[in-house]
């Protein structure tokens, strides 16, 4: 009958209608997913670069401007780990005076534990090479530690440093 012919034109372009909301909401969705997965790849990156460079910056000083590393390090740390450091930093700025000590750090290798947009903790293989007056020659210490980063803006602050 004619009625049922109209019916079922009208039909059709509803469901077509339908079907692209259905596809636009699913390309949305899947964009979300590729936006979101690519963020924390690049969290993930900037936490390891960032650790071991973090890292490296407190294993390297030298007797002679004790302060250029304390400055260096206080700079990209949270305000916590900056009074801590500052504090541990007095206790062993006599001992590496009478002592010369110098430090060379170098990350190995880096691998992150866990991240989200605030927190991220990295696990870094680090080799010091120490001179001092015992050691004049110098020794490599290895070391494993345990970092934990803190995210200021754009950028990753040093919150914890701790051996494995």
Not at 5 to 23: D, H, I, M, N, S
């Amino acid at each position: 009958t004619p009625v049922e012919g109209r019916r079922g034109g009208r039909a059709l372009p509803v469901a077509v209608g339908l079907a692209l909301v259905a596809l636009l909401v699913a390309c949305g969705y899947l964009g979300y997913l590729v936006w979101q997965d690519r963020r924390a790849d690049e969290l993930r990156r900037t936490a390891v670069e960032d650790a071991s460079r973090l890292v490296v910056q407190l294993a390297t000083y030298d007797h002679v401007d004790v302060d250029a590393n304390l400055d260096a390090v206080v700079a990209e740390a949270t305000p916590e780990f900056a009074d801590r450091y500052r504090e541990v930093s007095e206790g062993l700025r006599e001992l590496l005076a009478s002592g010369e000590g110098t430090s060379t750090g170098t990350a190995l290798h880096s691998a992150v534990e866990s991240v989200d947009d605030e927190r991220a903790v990295v696990l870094v293989f680090l080799d010091q090479k120490v001179t001092n007056v015992t050691v004049p020659e110098g020794r490599v210490d290895a070391s494993r530690m345990v970092v934990t980063l803190v995210r200021d803006g754009d950028r990753w602050l040093l919150d914890g440093a701790e051996l494995a």
